[in-house]
């Protein structure tokens, strides 16, 4: 006897994606690891999380909101440590591009495994059916090619929001040191 599942209720990987997400929700922008992620959740960590995460990284996307790959952590605390952030709809920073140029890379680099698999059984005479392979494999190299541009301007224009942020930081230092020399002179002249 084989119970049926109510298709209203939530299987088990669904509700646990909907609590990621929830919590995820009240730590919008934070470093979060899989340990963060079990504590805060009450999932295991372990292959149960791994499972739910990839779920809740697609419903935050059809929500419009972006879980960010799982990267090294570049806050000194957590040296080495493999984090994400969660960020709603319209919120980001160049962080949020580092993770599009690596999702870029992944990309390309899948689409050259598939464009070398499609190669490779569109000159295998045994092939089933080689002239729908070569049109694949056609069809990854321009991928490829336009993947490959979209990551060399990303990579252009994360280079220059830092030149701009750095620059800004400058002005701001400089202004401050006006402010600073200003405020000195009055005083001086009394």
């Known amino acids: 006897m084989s119970l049926k599942r109510d298709s209203d209720t939530p299987s088990q990987i669904e509700q646990d994606a909907i609590d990621v997400l929830l919590w995820l929700n009240h730590n919008t922008g934070r470093e979060l690891s ?4 079990a504590r805060g959740t009450g999932i295991p960590d372990g292959s149960r999380l791994r499972r739910v995460v990839p779920q809740a990284r697609a419903a935050a996307h059809v929500l419009g909101h972006r879980l960010e ?7 000194p605390q957590r040296r080495g440590a493999r984090v994400t ?3 709603k709809s319209g919120q980001g920073d160049e962080f949020g591009a580092r993770d599009a140029l690596l999702a ?13 698999a499609c190669t490779f059984e569109a000159n295998n005479p045994n092939s089933v059916e080689p002239e729908a392979f070569g049109q694949m494999a056609q069809a990854a190299e321009g991928c490829m ?15 220059a929001h830092g030149t701009m942020r750095r620059q800004a930081q400058r002005i701001a230092d400089l202004e401050a040191q006006v402010a600073e020399l200003t405020s000195r002179q009055p005083s001086a002249s009394a």
Do not use: N, W
């Not at 899989?34 to 992620?37: E, K, L, V």
């Not at 790959?69 to 806050?75: A, E, G, V, Y």
């Open 34 to 37: 899989y340990a963060d992620i």
């Open 69 to 75: 790959q799982f990267m090294p952590s570049r806050d």
């Open 85 to 87: 952030r969660f960020h």
């Open 104 to 116: 870029c890379r992944k990309a390309v680099a899948y689409m050259g495994d598939m464009h070398r």
């Open 145 to 159: 090619k336009t993947v490959s541009g979209v990551e060399s301007l990303g990579s252009k224009v994360l280079q």
